[in-house]
């Protein structure tokens, strides 16, 4: 596991989360693991940087972290960190956002925008997820709660935001790993912020056509990730926020019981930042805000 720090670069694991290794230095944001080749490592640095790692995410700034950023427009309204996703299936693809989306095919070497601007004059796109089963399905979120797809690897992009969805930031989005038409998007914020949408989780199960708040008995808390499950044991939706990691348990896309639960024991109710899951390993991990790494078995 690889993660990156705010002010104190990144930390990575090869033991399970026996000890955590420092690797480069000051901010460090979004990370991943190359699918293809599990000895590249990428992160996201401060406004619009983007580093690349050939030795496991090991070495400083200026050993073994390189800034590819060539072709990503200096002025553009990058994040602190800017979300970026690969491509589980077509080595060396990548993507990431400011306000608009841009496509690497060589891993970071070269950068070129493939859409306009998805987000309004001040905003930012938020969050970016790509389908496991589908590549050339994406989906990205804006800091005011824009919703785009596309269906051609970010030829063309559709908006697909109903006045449900509340104009607050969109802070991920998961697709179904088995179902690119199904997706899940959460929003920061509180509802009084926007008492004319409220609701914080959303799904659609027809590409973003139409949206469902599935908030349901959630706490009116922000939250910040999400992924989604679909193994017969452990189908659900879970989510990461302000109070913990929460589960809808069964189908993602028919809620039978319609009640969300703090899903295992021993995490506390910290910020919750992020959780992944590997379903070929049986991990989930969730990266809390001041209390560290916690990970459960899930096999």
Partial sequence: ?????????????????????????????????????????????????????????????????????SGLASDDRFLFYAPFVVDPKNEGVLYIASQRVY?????????????????????????????ASDP???????????????SDGGKHWQRTTPKILPTRQVNHIAIDPTNPQVAVAVFGGFDAQTPYAKGHIFRTTDGGKNWQDI??????????????DSRAKYAGIYIGGALGVWVLSGNPTADASKQWQPYGAGMPYTLVSDIQLNTKTGIMAAATYGRSIWTMEMP
């Fill in 103 to 131: 496509k690497t095919t060589d891993r970071g070497d070269s950068w070129d925008p493939i859409s306009d601007a998805l987000s309004g004059d001040k905003g930012s796109i938020r969050s970016l997820a790509i389908s």
């Fill in 136 to 150: 050339q399905v994406l989906y990205a979120g804006t800091t005011e709660g824009r919703i785009w797809t596309s």
């Fill in 1 to 69: 596991m690889i993660g990156g720090l705010q002010d104190n670069a990144i930390a990575l694991t090869t033991d399970g989360g026996k000890t955590w290794p420092g690797a480069s230095q000051g901010d460090m944001g979004y990370t991943a693991v190359d699918p293809f080749n599990p000895d590249i490592v990428y992160s996201t640095w401060p406004k619009g940087g983007f580093a690349r790692n050939e030795d496991g995410g090991k070495g400083g700034a200026n050993n073994g972290w390189e800034e590819h950023t």
């Fill in 215 to 228: 908030s349901y008995t959630l706490p009116d808390a922000p939250i910040g990730a999400v992924v989604i």
